[in-house]
């Protein structure tokens, strides 16, 4: 074990995988999946120790009986992990290292199990003059194994059947299982968007974050460590999750270290900040939250508004948001455009500009000069280069009403006053209106307490059905989804369409393996029955089914399917050695229950770690694997031979 781990913290820097969350998570899960060589390796030269070979040939036989088998495995589990390093998107970036790693450990693992391992074996392993407890234990369900494997096979179909109608109840049990993208993070930190109305100063902006900050300070002090800020930007992406704004003189972000112990306290918190904004800051967007995990979604809640007139799509924003209000679980919903603003609006007299020598071009960059400004120079101050502006003064460009006599230069009589050559009015107007692929769009946005996004979108979704399909509804509007539900369909899609490859891999080794469709059609039937364990252990659990749940089950295909080839590979030699079919497949069933349990029960216990201590995060996706692996290993060991009988022998 500290081989494989060392050869792939050697290798981590290579692949540009570093230490963090995911990698740590992927040594964790390698850990009970890379012993599974090295155990099958030693209890094969046990065996033959045991039948009186003598040390050398023990091992060479071994390693040579099984290196083409348990590189066929390491790669089919391999292949089953990688649509993580296939799929498009963030979502990859953020679990890649989940991949890289565990192949690198099989690979290490492989490798040592053929050269290390035989050679500890040659000069430490003794055969047992008395067996283990375990061991015994073990021994003792030779004899019930071999009498259930013998009815089942006598019985043929009846098991597959049986087992084929439990694999259904537990597809259509899934739909009891609570839906999520990513679990919230449960560090103490949170961050808060505060966003202004557009056009307001950076000063203004400046002003009502330190405002923030005090209260933070001071009334909070005994929940907050420290408060960093951010004033016009988002700041550095210090967070991968972190989806950074744009620098805009309305916007600010800080970010918040807490005393808090749980994730309960954090969002207790969370909801306070929101709450004193709701009262003290009346005129900003304040958006407290906690740090996302995975790719950055925003509000789990996200309708889209598509449409052209502004007025009839907030005539409609306001039909959407009623129904919404109607749902339980949602709270600061919200539109993306923002609250309507004094405007002053500008519109060039074609004609006339064009008459006085002037062009749109000319106008915008004298409007750009008295009010941004022109870099004239710049100051050295040391190694900081100071830009020098020419703008008009402050009481100037702080009164709208004078732009109307705003001289713009470069027409033949030297400058004309805007007002000659542009109709100027102020307007209100939209904060900002915003387009998706040329066409306006409006995002009408909600937070959700106390309920799963799914959950709460599944009560939306006919609502806005409902409203869609009525006579209230305006033609040549229409609605998408965006936030968690967007989200997770791009992410699983991402892994669903990378998926192929990966089958096609996994495909390319069993039949280089074997040789044989009728084999490899064996190792895949064993496959669907890991969704009876995988159901059952996240309803017992009260766990939820997301994406890392989700890269969990494609993984558990690669594991099971090791047990098959097992299994097979054994059931093969034994007809090979001359044994009739079914004595064959009973002989191979039972030289492979002990290893195959083994490797069981040690990448069980491997995964106990994030299944106690791994939070939200992890311990939905080590349960779907502990539980799918226990049943689908009790099943294959059943299941598999019996498939065995019914593609080869004739009854």
């Not at 968007?193 to 405002?211: F, K, M, N, Y």
């Not at 305006?474 to 967007?486: D, F, K, L, M, V």
Request: with cysteine; net charge negative.
């Amino acid at each position: 074990v500290p081989s494989a781990i060392m050869f792939s913290f050697t290798m981590m820097p290579v692949f540009d995988v570093q230490l963090e969350m995911m990698s740590i998570a992927a040594l964790i899960i390698a850990l009970g999946l890379l012993v599974d060589n090295a155990v099958v390796i030693s209890e094969q030269i046990l065996v033959r120790l045991g039948q009186g070979e003598d040390r050398k040939n023990a091992c060479i036989g071994a390693v040579k009986n099984l290196v083409i088998p348990l590189l066929a495995a390491s790669g089919t589990t391999i292949a089953a992990f990688s649509p993580i390093a296939l799929a498009p998107g963030g979502t990859s970036e953020f679990t890649y290292s989940l991949f890289a790693v565990v192949a690198m450990t099989l690979l290490s693992s492989w490798l040592l199990s053929i050269t290390i391992i035989p050679l500890f074996c040659y000069y430490f392993l003794k055969p047992l003059k008395k067996d283990t407890f375990l061991g015994r234990a073990v021994n003792r369900l030779y004899s019930p194994y071999e009498h259930f494997l013998r009815l089942a096979i006598r019985l043929r179909w009846v098991l597959p059947l049986a087992i084929l109608l439990l694999t259904v109840f537990a597809g259509w049990s899934f739909k009891f299982i609570p839906n999520i993208f990513f679990p919230p993070n449960e560090r103490s930190q949170c961050i808060i968007d505060v966003t202004l109305p557009l056009g307001t100063d950076i000063s203004e902006t400046e002003r009502q974050i330190h405002a923030l900050e005090q209260w933070l300070l001071t009334e909070k002090k005994s929940d907050v460590e420290s408060v960093s800020s951010w004033i016009g930007e988002g700041g550095p992406r210090w967070y991968l999750s972190l989806s950074s704004e744009l620098a805009n003189p309305n916007y600010g972000m800080l970010s918040v270290l807490t005393h808090t112990e749980g994730p309960d306290e954090i969002k207790a918190l969370v909801n306070e900040i929101n709450s004193h904004a709701e009262q003290h800051f009346p005129d900003a967007r304040v958006s407290a939250k906690t740090l996302e995990v995975g790719p950055p979604v925003g509000d789990p809640i996200q309708i889209q508004l598509f449409g052209k007139d502004i007025e009839e799509m907030y005539h409609l924003r306001d039909l959407i948001i009623a129904e919404m209000n109607q749902v339980e679980g949602l709270h600061s919903v919200r539109d993306s455009w923002g609250a309507w603003t004094k405007q002053v609006s500008i519109k060039p007299n074609l004609a006339q500009s064009q008459r006085l020598g002037l062009t749109s071009s000319s106008i915008a960059a004298a409007i750009n000069t008295q009010y941004k400004g022109l870099t004239a120079s710049h100051f050295r101050d040391g190694d900081k280069a100071i830009p020098i502006l020419l703008r008009s003064s402050e009481d100037y460009r702080a009164s709208p009403e004078r732009l109307q006599e705003m001289p713009v230069y470069g027409s033949v009589g030297g400058y004309v006053p805007l007002g000659q050559v542009a109709d100027v009015s102020v307007e209100f107007l939209p904060g900002s209106i915003l387009r998706k692929d040329t066409e306006r769009v409006m995002t009408i946005q909600a937070r959700v307490k106390g309920r799963f996004a799914s959950d709460v979108l599944n009560d939306i979704r006919p609502k806005i059905d409902k409203l869609y399909a009525s006579d209230a509804w305006i033609p040549g509007y229409s609605i998408g989804y965006a936030g968690e539900s967007e989200e997770s369909a791009e992410a699983q899609g991402g892994i669903v369409a990378a998926l192929p490859i990966s089958m096609a891999f996994l495909s390319l080794i069993l039949i280089a393996q074997f040789n044989s469709l009728r084999r490899f059609g064996i190792i895949m039937l064993t496959i669907p029955p890991m969704l009876i364990g995988v159901t059952a252990g996240l309803l017992l659990t009260g766990s939820t089914f997301g994406f890392m749940t989700m890269l969990g089950m494609i993984a558990l295909m690669g594991i099971i399917v090791n047990n098959a080839i097992l299994l097979i590979d054994e059931t093969d030699s034994q007809v090979k050695s001359g044994l009739e079919t079914v004595e064959a497949i009973i002989a191979a069933a039972k030289s492979r229950l002990r290893p195959i349990l083994m490797t069981t029960v040690t990448t069980i216990i491997g995964l106990l770690p994030l299944a106690l201590s791994g939070g939200d995060m992890w311990n939905s996706m080590a349960y779907a694997m502990m539980f799918g692996l226990g049943f689908a290993t009790v099943l294959t060991l059943v299941l598999c031979p019996v498939l065995y009988s019914l593609f080869f022998h004739k009854k």
